[in-house]
Nanobody, 122 residues
Framework: QVQLVESGGGLAQPGESLRLSCVAS????????MGWYRQAPGKECELVAL????????KYGDSVKGRCTISRDNAKGTVYLEMNSLNPEDTAVYFC???????????????WGQGTQVTVSS
């Protein structure tokens, strides 16, 4: 059974940083593209970042470009999202997801975590 478990969310003040983690099990992690998506209340699911299976290539959503870094440790089966200069618009539930394809489209992701809430507020 595949499981993706996110952690690291919480309450942050504007300008602060957070590091999210997602631990995968039940799949050959090193074969999957990993993505971070987010969804705010009343809004569509939005790409935050994705990283190729070997970690050699990354892409970022326009709203977080320059403020986020995605990385992975295939030995640990874990993908990370470092977010800096947080602002209230970053408030959302953040999900990690695994895909056997290199894709920006959420519909191409086979497995999803349960999400972790990030709230940015003063």
């Amino acid at each position: 059974q595949v499981q993706l478990v996110e952690s690291g969310g919480g309450l942050a003040q504007p300008g602060e940083s957070l590091r999210l983690s997602c631990v995968a099990s039940g799949l050959t992690f090193s074969r999957y593209t990993m993505g971070w998506y987010r969804q705010a209340p009343g809004k569509e699911c939005e790409l935050v970042a994705l990283i190729t299976s070997a970690g050699g290539s990354r892409k970022y959503g326009d709203s977080v470009k320059g403020r986020c870094t995605i990385s992975r440790d295939n030995a640990k089966g874990t993908v990370y999202l470092e977010m800096n200069s947080l602002n209230p618009e970053d408030t959302a539930v953040y999900f990690c997801a695994a895909s056997s394809r290199w894709s920006r489209l959420d519909r191409d992701y086979d497995y999803w975590g349960q999400g972790t809430q990030v709230t940015v507020s003063s």
